[in-house]
């Protein structure tokens, strides 16, 4: 029997691995899914460990980035994220992550050469996750949140109601306290 707050939090995210491990779904931009070979997308991850001792997958071979997100209210504050700016870098995504910490960053921007109208989706992606959509400009578009999808199934998609220029992946619910959110605006700075 497990007890105590350590118990608990450690029943929970062994809870947690076995479904997600389970659920064996994946995420991808449906405009560039057959632009990387699955082989390069399996060697996309590092893997490490939680407190509990279960072994955790971040991303890996990105680079880094800083948002800075303006929120509604006028306040700024500055997010760590990885940065998916090529179609193999886009097609990859957070296949295969279970670290809901993201390896140390707060997000996943994807980054568009120009205006895009993609659908997103998740295969091979086997954390929930929610996604926001922002313009060229920074503007905020749209949000949803999108559950894994069984193996073996037809992954469902998941689009913006209008064109995007960045599309920001955080664990699910994450949006809010990110200030990704209606009403702010986002600029990207890599390197």
């Given at each position: 029997?497990?007890?105590?707050?350590?118990?608990?939090?450690r029943a929970v995210l062994v809870a947690l691995a076995a479904g997600l491990l389970a659920a064996g779904c994946s995420s991808a931009s449906t405009a560039d899914r057959a632009d990387t070979p699955a082989s390069e997308a399996a060697s996309a991850t590092s893997p490490s460990t939680d407190p509990s001792g279960t072994t955790l997958v971040a991303p890996e071979?990105?680079?880094a980035g800083t948002l800075t997100v303006t929120r509604p209210d006028g306040s700024v504050e500055e997010l760590r994220v990885h940065v998916a700016d090529t179609p193999a870098l886009r097609q990859r995504g957070l296949m295969a992550v279970t670290d809901p910490g993201l390896g140390g960053r707060d997000a996943m921007v994807f980054v568009f050469a120009g205006?895009?109208?993609?659908?997103?989706?998740?295969k091979d992606t086997l954390l929930?996750?929610?996604i926001a959509w922002f313009r060229a400009d920074g503007t905020y578009v749209d949000q949803a949140d999108m559950d894994p999808c069984p193996a073996g199934t037809q992954c469902p998609t998941f689009g913006a109601s209008g064109a995007y220029?960045?599309?920001i992946e955080v664990p699910l619910g994450g949006l809010e306290a990110l200030g990704l959110v209606e009403g702010s605006t986002?600029?990207?700075?890599?390197?």
């Open positions: 029997m497990i007890t105590g707050p350590r118990g608990a939090w071979g990105f680079p205006d895009s109208t993609s659908a997103f989706w998740m929930p996750l929610s220029r960045y599309a986002i600029a990207l700075t890599t390197g």
